[in-house]
């Protein structure tokens, strides 16, 4: 019993074929379907490129796609046949058995499912004669044949066992996300196993977008979009298919995007997906299927610290704002210019080493097991970093994100602290005097085109669940929020980042990186760090007149947040309080926040005004 196969289509990834084909080798594919643009625009023949398939350890699994065929007049149905036998020609010369043939889109296609199955009984036989099959797949546009069921209907007339189905998850669900009385994901599992020849994978956000330019525009790697792919693809298993698990994901970014990049991307998002049809498909089709796991995601217990990467001039800013806001300056680290900073359980350092504009460079989760956390993150491909540790250091693991922040691994419990003694302690009593108790979130900035990936990253590494989504319009563009959290919302991550980037008046990094902190009195803990020089984030009248407008609020409790420079925000019982300090060096600042009633999200309603706010501050 061997495990399933890795393809991917070609017009996954951005480059001429060579650069696609070196990309998907690279990242672990063991096949691709390969795109006809593809091939026509590449300069090496089909012997060369099937031999170039061969060496990096790439099966060619399909050639597509062949369009408008069936149901055609004899005449345009005669010209068809002979486009399709030059392609079984190239086809046997570029080594793959298998042509997919999409459902028609042509105003000569009748709608006659007779005629459409005569037709492709026929192509099916000519195939037969050269060894080669046909998978024919419902485009969710297709004229005539726009549902799974109609093409399964089509084949099963047509009763050649040359022709079968190639089912793609983007036009199954976005067909039942359209029209769920019309067609069924789940029926797939009915479908005779040997009929479905070929799965192609794609996800995607729901949109009300016309379908084609949804298709062609915003398809994403499984795990990345809404769409129930596990529960798809465990249908599919169910049904009997054994094939490849194939990626078909055309989208703006990737097409763009550094092709190895992206096909590591593709490739974490299979192997999360794989782990996750694994934990649906139990029962007996378990035994028949090998899917592969990463070892399971380890019980997280908090942020054990979070690192800021500082020049000198702003880490000794920073360490005076530390200082400012209660925190004690606990230890200095034994072998690098690294200081620790703690208050309550939340516990910052800063990290002198970097060259760099200051950012949050890493964070540490607790985890039930280090190495099952880092052989984890190892099997969903997070290159693990080089730890060299000095005599009397712990030997934390930990592994690159792909937004290059360091993500580090400490035992839960008892041993949490154990990479203290990598710090000498300077003896610095640790007291509240601003009452913050622990790390509520780390906020990382992420480029548009890197938002996917990120959010596919630690969800799938960590084992975090996406949540909270929003969109709101900020100073400098739309903004995209989505926090990854833990079950128990002890470890929360909030990425952010705009929709668009466009021109050069917009800063880079519209939204700083922040650090939040948790306390239980927002405006004791306000006013303790006003007092003791904090510089925190003066936000407008305008926004507490607002506030009392909308949301009908005791005025005693406008009038302390207004003072104290306190947004808020409101989920039915649940309230949200949070200030912040002005951004120090160029994309970082602190967060103070208070949550009542178990309010799980950020105050995103609020983040175009902090944005105003901290612009305002910049320009003095
Ligand atoms: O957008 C298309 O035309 C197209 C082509 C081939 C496919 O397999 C597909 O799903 C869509
Ligand atoms: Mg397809």
Redesign the pocket.
């Known amino acids: 019993m061997s495990r399933m196969t890795r393809s991917m ?1 070609t ?1 996954c990834l951005s480059g001429t074929l060579e650069d696609k084909l070196d990309a998907a080798a690279a990242a672990g594919f063991d096949g691709v ?1 390969i ?1 006809e643009s593809d091939l026509v625009s590449s300069p090496w023949s089909p012997e060369r490129i099937r031999e170039h398939c061969a060496e990096s350890g790439l099966s060619v699994e399909m050639y ?2 062949f ?1 408008d065929f069936e149901a055609v007049g004899p005449e345009t149905l005669a010209r068809n046949l002979r486009r399709a036998e030059r392609k079984f020609d190239l086809m046997q010369r570029l080594g793959t058995d298998l042509l ?1 043939v ?1 459902s028609s ?1 042509s105003p000569e296609a009748a709608a006659d499912d007779d005629l459409a199955a005569e037709h492709l009984r026929t192509l099916a036989e000519h195939a037969a004669e050269r060894g080669l099959r046909i998978a024919y ?1 419902a ?1 969710a546009w297709g004229r005539h044949v726009d549902t799974w069921e109609h093409s399964a209907e089509i084949v099963r007339r047509a009763d050649h066992p040359a022709l079968g189905l ?1 089912l ?1 998850s ?2 199954v669900l976005s067909r039942a996300q359209r029209d769920p009385e019309v067609t069924d994901p789940a029926g797939v599992a009915r479908i005779p196993g040997e009929k479905v020849f070929f799965l ?1 994978l ?1 996800d995607a956000p729901y949109l009300e977008t016309d379908v ?1 330019q949804w ?2 525009h915003h398809r994403l790697f499984p795990g990345q979009g809404s769409f129930a792919l596990a529960e798809f693809t465990a249908a599919v298993l169910a049904a009997g298919y054994r094939g490849p698990l194939s990626l ?1 994901v ?1 989208n703006d970014v990737y097409r763009q995007a550094e092709p190895g990049r992206v096909a590591v991307d593709a490739m974490r998002s299979l192997i999360a997906l794989e782990e996750e049809v694994g934990r649906r498909a139990d029962g007996p089709e378990r035994e028949r299927v090998t899917l592969t796991a990463p070892p399971q995601a380890p019980e997280l217990a908090g942020i054990a610290f979070a690192e800021l990467a500082v020049d000198a001039e702003w880490g000794h800013r920073i360490a005076r704002v530390l200082a400012a806001m209660g925190f004690a300056h606990r230890g200095e680290h034994r072998s690098k210019p690294v200081q620790l900073w703690q208050q309550g359980d939340a516990r910052i350092l800063l990290n002198f080493g970097a060259e760099q504009d200051t950012a949050v460079s890493a964070i540490a989760v607790e985890t039930a097991d280090p190495e099952a956390s880092a052989l984890r993150a190892e099997a969903l491909l997070a290159p693990r970093l080089p730890r060299t540790p000095g005599p009397a250091e712990a030997d934390l693991s930990a592994v690159a994100a792909p937004d290059g922040t360091e993500v580090f691994f400490c035992r839960t419990g008892a041993d949490s602290t154990g990479w203290l003694s990598d710090f000498v302690l300077t003896g610095a009593a640790l007291d509240t005097p601003t009452a913050l108790t622990r790390l509520d979130h780390v906020a990382l900035a992420q480029p548009f085109d890197h938002f996917d990936e990120a959010t596919l990253f630690y969800r799938a590494v960590l084992g975090l669940a996406p949540r909270h989504d929003s969109e709101f319009a900020a100073p400098f563009g739309l903004v995209r929020h989505r926090a990854v959290t833990d079950p128990g919302g002890r470890v929360r991550l909030a990425l952010h980042g705009t929709v668009l980037r466009r021109g050069e008046w917009a800063p880079g990094v519209p939204d700083p990186q922040h650090v939040a902190l948790a306390t239980d009195d927002i405006i004791a803990s306000a006013r303790a760090m006003r007092a003791r020089g904090v510089p925190l984030l003066s936000i407008p009248d305008n926004y507490y007149d607002d506030l009392e407008a909308r949301l009908d609020l005791d005025p005693a409790l406008v009038a302390e947040l207004r003072e104290c420079q306190v947004l808020y925000d409101r989920d039915a019982d649940c309230e949200f309080f949070h200030c912040h300090t002005e951004v120090l060096g160029g994309r970082v600042f602190f967060e103070v926040v208070q949550r009542t009633g178990g309010y799980a999200g950020y105050g995103a309603v609020n983040a175009p005004v902090r944005m105003a706010a901290h612009r305002a501050a910049r320009r003095g």
């Open positions: 289509a017009v379907e795109f597509q796609p369009r997919l999409c889109t797949e485009l190639c793609d983007f036009h192609q794609a084609l298709s062609r078909e055309f």
